[in-house]
């Protein structure tokens, strides 16, 4: 049955909304996501009738919340194949990436070398260049192709003795570019390197399941996921977890504390110091649980349905450039239109109502592997359609115009 994403929009209020006299075409999710209605009232409902601070508190409120932010730990583990003590709430995919680069660089030495991939978001390469600087890590990045997919050969070449981490995203949030992780993984392991991976993005379009990856470490953000910002997760193997230092200091995080002395506590507390983002948290879960209630192979083939009419319908369109070819990949198109500059696009297709992104989107490397200094990103979600798809074509093709 195909996935009817007319009827699923009644569950987003903003999708209602109009930009500029026109209906609003948000192609914008792969930046951040709208929120369905579930998860902007299981936060409402939190705030209202059940807050407090969680974990030490002993009165009503104070369990009630503790086992609402619990329970969505649970959910998020249930939805990626993990258990609860491997999950770790931080406050985005961002700092999940940071979390793992400090706590392994506490151990790595210079010359020590981190594999990476030119297709890397920003959070992906500046947390190993800190490591580079203060510590002489050596960054090496595997090439990607003209389409866009991940150098295989080079990839396998890269590997050596020095290599220590291996850190790549599952899915480019350029290019849409989705990666052969699992082989990658065990390639990485061969070679006796951890496996980091950026899920930002694939979480979103596909099922994750951690375990059959193999990953040593996975990260990704709640707002790209329909639910809140503010919120990320890392995934960390238990024996993995339990081998990083502490992130920061605080609360909760600690086993006991004296003047001569401090103990930590056992993972994932160790890395939640303070007070964690509780109300973010239980919204994540309400997304997990909304989303884990449709059918997720069917928005997929709707997603791409959609991206392929966006192709088809600019087929004939000499003056654009496209980044990001590579069989399989996930429905985002970045592009470029001759003559114009990727903000200027933006800003006209803004005043039909269509919402693009236009940028480097944090991955100034891939940018400058294509010879370009920003694009423009269009990207598809479950709650858009085909008269949105064919919206967009015509608005695109209608902004061209002003700069032939």
Same mark, same amino acid.
Request: hydrophobic share 45%; with cysteine.
């Given at each position: 049955?195909a996935?009817?994403?007319?009827?699923?929009?009644?569950?987003?209020p903003i999708l209602?909304?109009?930009?500029n006299?026109?209906?609003l075409v948000?192609l914008?999710?792969?930046?951040s996501?709208?929120k369905?209605?579930?998860v902007?009232q299981?936060?409402?409902?939190?705030m209202e009738?059940s807050?407090a601070?969680?974990?030490?508190?002993?009165?009503?409120?104070?369990?009630?919340t503790?086992e609402?932010?619990e329970?969505a730990?649970k959910?998020?583990?249930g939805?990626?194949?993990a258990?609860?003590d491997?999950?770790v709430?931080?406050?985005g995919?961002?700092?999940a !990436? +940071?979390l /793992? &680069?400090?706590g392994?660089?506490a151990?790595?030495q *210079? =010359?020590?070398?981190?594999? %990476?991939?030119?297709m890397?978001?920003?959070?992906?390469?500046?947390p190993w260049h800190?490591?580079?600087e203060?510590q002489?890590?050596v960054?090496?990045?595997?090439?990607?192709?003209?389409?866009?997919a991940l150098d295989?050969?080079a990839?396998?070449a890269?590997?050596?003795?020095?290599?220590k981490v291996v850190?790549?995203?599952h899915m480019s949030n350029?290019?849409?570019? !989705? +990666?052969? /992780? &699992?082989?990658l993984?065990?390639?990485?392991?061969? *070679? =006796?390197?951890?496996?980091? %991976?950026?899920g930002?993005?694939?979480?979103?379009h596909k099922?994750?399941?951690v375990k059959?990856?193999?990953?040593?470490?996975?990260?990704?953000?709640?707002?790209?996921?329909y639910?809140?910002t503010?919120?990320?997760v890392?995934?960390?193997?238990?024996?993995?977890?339990?081998?990083?230092?502490?992130?920061?200091g605080?609360?909760?995080?600690?086993g006991q504390?004296?003047l001569?002395?401090?103990?930590?506590a056992?993972?994932?507390?160790?890395f939640?110091?303070?007070?964690?983002?509780?109300l973010?948290?239980?919204?994540?879960?309400?997304a997990?649980?909304w989303?884990s209630g449709?059918?997720r192979?069917?928005?997929?083939e709707h997603?791409?349905r959609?991206?392929?009419r966006?192709?088809?319908?600019?087929?004939?369109?000499n003056?654009?450039k496209?980044l990001?070819e590579a069989?399989?990949?996930?429905a985002?198109?970045a592009?470029t239109?001759?003559?114009?500059?990727a903000?200027?696009?933006?800003?006209i297709?803004?005043?039909?109502?269509?919402?693009?992104?236009a940028g480097?989107?944090?991955a100034?490397?891939l940018m400058?592997?294509?010879?370009?200094?920003?694009?423009?990103?269009?990207?598809?979600?479950?709650?858009?359609t085909?008269?949105?798809a064919?919206f967009?074509?015509?608005a695109l093709?209608?902004?061209?115009a002003?700069?032939?």
């Amino acid at each position: 049955m195909a996935f009817d994403a007319e009827a699923i929009r009644a569950d987003f209020p903003i999708l209602q909304r109009q930009v500029n006299g026109k209906p609003l075409v948000y192609l914008d999710s792969a930046a951040s996501a709208q929120k369905p209605s579930a998860v902007i009232q299981a936060m409402v409902w939190a705030m209202e009738h059940s807050y407090a601070n969680v974990h030490r508190g002993l009165h009503t409120l104070a369990n009630e919340t503790t086992e609402a932010y619990e329970g969505a730990r649970k959910k998020v583990a249930g939805f990626i194949g993990a258990q609860p003590d491997e999950i770790v709430f931080t406050k985005g995919g961002t700092e999940a !990436i +940071n979390l /793992v &680069a400090a706590g392994l660089g506490a151990r790595l030495q *210079a =010359g020590d070398e981190i594999v %990476l991939t030119e297709m890397e978001h920003h959070a992906n390469i500046v947390p190993w260049h800190f490591l580079r600087e203060r510590q002489g890590v050596v960054l090496r990045f595997c090439p990607i192709t003209d389409e866009g997919a991940l150098d295989l050969e080079a990839f396998q070449a890269l590997l050596g003795p020095r290599t220590k981490v291996v850190a790549l995203t599952h899915m480019s949030n350029v290019l849409g570019t !989705i +990666n052969p /992780v &699992a082989d990658l993984a065990a390639m990485a392991h061969a *070679a =006796g390197a951890l496996v980091l %991976l950026d899920g930002c993005q694939a979480i979103v379009h596909k099922r994750v399941d951690v375990k059959a990856i193999d990953a040593d470490f996975y990260a990704f953000s709640g707002h790209k996921l329909y639910g809140p910002t503010g919120v990320g997760v890392l995934y960390g193997k238990a024996e993995q977890l339990a081998a990083l230092p502490p992130y920061q200091g605080g609360g909760e995080m600690i086993g006991q504390v004296t003047l001569d002395a401090i103990t930590y506590a056992d993972p994932p507390h160790r890395f939640e110091a303070g007070t964690p983002p509780i109300l973010e948290a239980i919204g994540l879960g309400a997304a997990i649980d909304w989303l884990s209630g449709l059918d997720r192979l069917a928005i997929a083939e709707h997603e791409h349905r959609l991206y392929q009419r966006v192709r088809e319908g600019l087929a004939g369109a000499n003056w654009l450039k496209v980044l990001g070819e590579a069989p399989g990949k996930g429905a985002i198109l970045a592009f470029t239109v001759d003559g114009a500059h990727a903000h200027d696009i933006a800003q006209i297709l803004d005043r039909y109502g269509v919402a693009v992104r236009a940028g480097t989107h944090c991955a100034e490397p891939l940018m400058r592997r294509f010879g370009v200094t920003s694009s423009a990103r269009a990207s598809f979600a479950l709650y858009n359609t085909e008269r949105e798809a064919d919206f967009f074509v015509d608005a695109l093709t209608k902004t061209q115009a002003f700069f032939a």
